[in-house]
């Protein structure tokens, strides 16, 4: 559907609309890529998001891009699998696509990604089929995510309104006032309502700077969150540092991989996280929704797990591999952030994570070491405590009832966090 005709719920006119729609697109490319030019970029995107991809397009182009490829994923032709393909379908992913795009990323080539897809897609669909033909992509992915999560290369994602995430956030709305409402969201939360938004995002930038600055001069061992359900010690991998905001990645290009983004972020120590932790937002995992998770964690690994609602498909993310019953990020985020006080449920994690501090299961990020880890090895991240998996989940355990402790290396509590805010 090309949203660039509707008329917002707020009274907000087409061409206004169409005015944002070419300014997220340019943040996109200039602000969450920082593409060069001569670079190829590789995207990723549901249909539906065709208008916004275009614009996406146009721009990169405008920057000098050599080459655009644009991946589409189909929501009728997803769920047509799960109605019609034989049993053994479900163990097989597009291996040589994948390989493809790491090459495409180990030659220089930028990566974007349009999330926007339905939340509960999957929600119907049987479980053991989901996990399976997850496990089997999540595989064939490795050589794209490793690149990836290394930041071997620049990248960025970025939102589109579609008609059944709109449904989903806003369900008592129309349908056309639901995809517009979103789309206001979306560009309030990627600062493009303002007269500059690149002059937004430098500012936005340098305040998530000095936030990770001051995080790295304390050099905390763990961090500890407590509050209703919660009492977890996460411990802090050796030789970890914050990020957050704008990054290098290692071909040298300065790039923002989230847009939106509010938090500030690091590497946990794989061994090290002790406790029980409850989520405070639903996680919408490949179309299905996980709601009141519950975890306990010992010598760094869940022993126990349940799930108010979708617990089956916990139950098989954690069985995916050994990592991914660790964690691999821990991500501050205030409670007062724009995504929170918009007070919405985006299910939608880039939206949700934003909302609130969060844990993410599975594979750690190599640049959240001293010097971007840029000379440290996989044995070497390995021993200083980076966790590796085939999956990266990111579900939030963040709220205005949640304080946060910075632990030194002899045990001293330093206040981070207070209901859910900073403490400066």
């Not at 998770?293 to 010992?298: D, Q």
């Not at 991240?381 to 910075?406: K, Q």
Request: proline share 4%.
């Amino acid at each position: 559907m090309d949203t660039h005709g509707q008329t917002g719920g707020t009274g907000t006119a087409p061409t206004v609309h169409a005015e944002r729609l070419e300014r997220l697109a340019e943040v996109a490319v200039k602000v969450g890529l920082g593409l060069r030019p001569g670079q190829e970029l590789v995207i990723t995107a549901p249909l539906e998001t065709v208008p916004l991809v275009r614009a996406i397009t146009e721009q990169a182009y405008r920057a000098g891009a050599s080459l655009v490829t644009t991946f589409y994923s189909d929501d009728a032709a997803t769920l047509a699998r799960f109605a019609h393909a034989p049993e053994e379908a479900f163990d097989t992913a597009a291996g040589w696509l994948y390989a493809g795009m790491a090459e495409a990323y180990r030659n220089g080539a930028a990566r974007l990604a349009v999330a926007g897809d339905d939340p509960s897609l999957l929600a119907g669909q049987d479980t053991a089929r989901v996990s399976r033909a997850n496990r089997a992509r999540s595989k064939a992915y490795v050589p794209a995510l490793e690149l990836i999560a290394n930041f071997a290369t620049n990248w960025t994602i970025v939102s589109a309104a579609t008609t059944p995430w709109a449904r989903t956030v806003f369900p008592d709305l129309p349908e056309e006032a639901a995809v517009a409402r979103l789309w206001d969201a979306i560009f309030a939360a990627s600062r493009v309502d303002g007269p500059d938004p690149i002059a937004a995002w430098d500012a936005h930038n340098a305040a998530l700077h000095a936030r990770m600055g001051a995080l790295n001069a304390h050099r905390f061992a763990a961090l500890r969150f407590t509050g209703p359900g919660t009492d977890l010690t996460v411990g802090l991998a050796d030789d970890h540092e914050w990020c957050g905001g704008a990054s290098v990645s290692r071909n040298g290009i300065t790039c923002n991989a989230n847009i939106p983004t509010e938090e500030v972020f690091t590497t946990p120590h794989k061994d090290r996280v002790d406790g029980v932790v409850t989520s405070t937002k639903p996680l919408s995992y490949q179309g299905t929704l996980i709601d009141g998770i519950t975890v306990r964690f010992e010598g760094g690994r869940i022993v126990e797990a349940e799930a108010r609602t979708g617990g089956d498909v916990l139950a098989k993310v954690l069985e995916t591999d050994e990592g991914a019953r660790r964690l691999g990020e821990v991500a501050l985020v205030p409670a007062s952030s724009a995504i929170s006080a918009s007070g919405l449920l985006f299910y939608n994690t880039l939206y949700d994570e934003n909302a609130a501090s969060h844990i993410a299961l599975g594979q750690a990020y190599s640049k959240c070491f001293i010097n971007g880890g840029a000379d440290f090895s996989e044995d070497d991240l390995a021993a200083r405590g980076a966790n590796r998996s085939l999956i990266h989940i990111d579900w939030m355990i963040g709220s205005a009832e949640i304080d946060v402790d910075g632990l030194t290396a002899e045990g001293r509590a330093i206040p981070v966090m207070r209901a859910g805010e900073w403490i400066d």
